[in-house]
């Protein structure tokens, strides 16, 4: 059977919508695209209703036409500093041991994990069960089937600000779109650009953005960890504003154009011209100049990433390092400046495995977008029982597999 499946990336800088079509067995065939700068959200949060609700219409519309199909729902992307996880164990009684656990023990294990304190000013927004256990019996991912006495869950808790969510939503509502489900975007990001492979051994999944950037670490092929922080490319921007004086959109352009996280690699004596503030309106400055200022705010970025990496405690349980993604993953120099701070290898993520309009969302900045239809995807084949992925090959196969083993 084929699908429609649309996702909705509202990113601090650009919106973005996907449409996807999808058959039972198939790969992602992107057929819609629909990009627009990003009004009325900062960091992640809706700050102008009426102007998010009508970039986001016109993101929709771009993309509508495109497919040529109108879109009734779609996934949303959710991020923010408002969001926080936890990790979370759940148990119950299975009964006295004569019989098998079934779906329905799974639903309860993981509402027993969720009664965790929650204010009532927070949602939970996904619940992940990492690993089960089984009469102490610990390491199962999927307990459909087994005999015991006592169910137990480890899951990872990801809540958010309930207005925070709700406003976000509503954006999309205004314009006659229901939100399917709201996805917290590294894990969209992570389906979009992980391997199998990866997600087994244990990485880090760095989504740089303009205004945030997330973190998902994944061990053993689950979630252990995730992260929001306030910074992205946003910040490199500013500084360079400030430091040499110019206006924000002339310093973006100056970054994407000439900057380089590792100011060595350019020639000391070129220089550059950039509108600037002042009385002719031009400054010439040395391009090394500019790049010592990106060098600076990358370093300190990826310092704050790698304390709280190291304060998780997960640093020596990630062999395949840092997979960076986002639209600041593009910036020249900012594999090795990255690896650098973190002291772990690090490699750039660029969303892989599907048909369409490969050209235009193979980049980093469309990783959450293309990870929300394969979220979709996903979800979409856990309810109509599709046959198991026998040899799952992607990290995205693999979840989903797994996912179809474990939520009815
Ligand atoms: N070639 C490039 N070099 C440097 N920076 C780049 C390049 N291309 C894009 N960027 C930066 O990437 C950022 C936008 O990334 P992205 O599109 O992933 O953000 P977003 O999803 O809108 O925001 P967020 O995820 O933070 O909410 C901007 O700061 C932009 O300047
Ligand atoms: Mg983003």
Redesign the pocket.
């Known amino acids: 059977m084929e699908r429609i499946i649309a996702g909705i990336?509202v990113?601090?800088?650009?919106i973005c919508t996907l449409i996807g079509r999808v058959s039972d067995s198939g790969p992602l065939n992107v057929i819609g695209m629909g990009v627009v700068p990003?009004r009325g959200v900062r960091?992640?949060v809706i700050t102008d209703i009426e102007v998010a609700s009508r970039s986001i219409e016109e993101s929709v519309r771009k993309a509508q036409n495109m497919a040529h199909y109108t879109i009734s729902e779609a996934y949303l992307g959710i991020?923010g500093s408002h969001i926080a996880s936890q990790n979370s164990r759940g148990a119950v009684s299975i009964g006295r041991g004569d019989r098998p656990v079934d779906r329905e023990d799974i639903q309860r294990v993981l509402e027993d994990a969720e009664a965790i304190a929650v204010p009532h000013n927070r949602r939970i927004l996904h619940t992940i069960p990492r690993e089960y256990i089984i009469d102490g019996q610990e390491g199962i991912k999927n307990p459909i089937g087994l005999m015991g006495f006592r169910l137990e869950v480890e899951a990872h808790i990801v809540t958010g600000s309930t207005t925070c969510i709700q406003n976000l939503e509503q954006c999309v509502e205004r314009n006659q779109i229901r939100v399917v489900d709201s996805v917290f975007?590294p894990l969209a990001s992570a389906l979009a650009v992980l391997t199998e492979e990866e997600g087994r051994m244990g990485v880090v999944l760095i989504?740089m953005?303009?205004?945030?950037t997330?973190l998902a670490t994944y061990m053993d092929s689950s979630v252990w960890e995730t992260m929001v922080f306030d910074v992205?490319?946003?910040h490199?921007?500013n500084d360079i504003a400030v430091m040499l004086r110019t206006p924000f959109a002339a310093a973006?352009e100056a970054?994407?154009r000439y900057?380089h996280a590792l100011p060595m690699e350019v020639d000391e004596a070129e220089m550059i011209e950039l509108s600037a503030f002042g009385h002719d309106g031009l400054a010439t400055v040395a391009r090394r100049e500019l790049c010592e200022i990106v060098e600076a705010r990358v370093e300190e970025m990826f310092g704050i990433i790698a304390r709280d990496i190291r304060r998780s405690g997960y640093e020596d349980l990630v062999p395949a390092g840092i997979v960076l993604t986002?639209?600041?993953s593009?910036?020249?120099g900012i594999r090795d400046g990255a690896s650098r701070a973190l002291q772990m290898p690090v490699r750039i993520g660029v969303p892989h495995r599907m048909h369409g309009v490969v050209e235009a969302v193979s980049n980093?900045?469309y990783a959450?977008a293309v990870g929300l239809l394969l979220w979709g995807m996903k979800a979409a084949a856990d309810k109509d029982e599709v046959p198991l992925v026998q040899h799952p090959r992607t990290f995205y196969e693999m979840v989903k597999a797994m996912f179809k083993r474990l939520v009815p």
């Open positions: 990336d990113g601090s800088t650009k990003s960091r992640g991020s975007q989504d953005g303009g205004g945030t997330d992205g490319g946003n490199i921007s973006e970054k994407i900057s986002g639209g600041t593009d910036l020249r980093p900045a959450t």
